[in-house]
């Protein structure tokens, strides 16, 4: 008689009701890990451009100086 191997049965079993299951976001994406932390995940796209924590942080303050510049009628005084 063989014994079946317990890690090559991948059935769900029919009392599992998978509509109530939550997910749950493992590692770096887990909300609790992200709080307070300052830990922001970029696009990929993004991420090519600004491949540095030192890039990222040099073109924010660059926008926040902008920021400050007084606009009137759409042109800088």
Known sequence: ????????????????????????????????????????????EIAEFFPTDESVNDALRFIMQAAKIPFQHGRAQ
């Open 1 to 44: 008689m063989e014994t079946q191997n317990i890690y090559d049965d991948y059935e769900l079993r029919d009392e599992y009701d998978l509509s109530k299951m939550e997910i749950v976001p493992k590692g770096r994406y887990a909300p609790h890990r992200r709080l307070g932390a300052n830990v922001v995940l970029l696009d990929s």
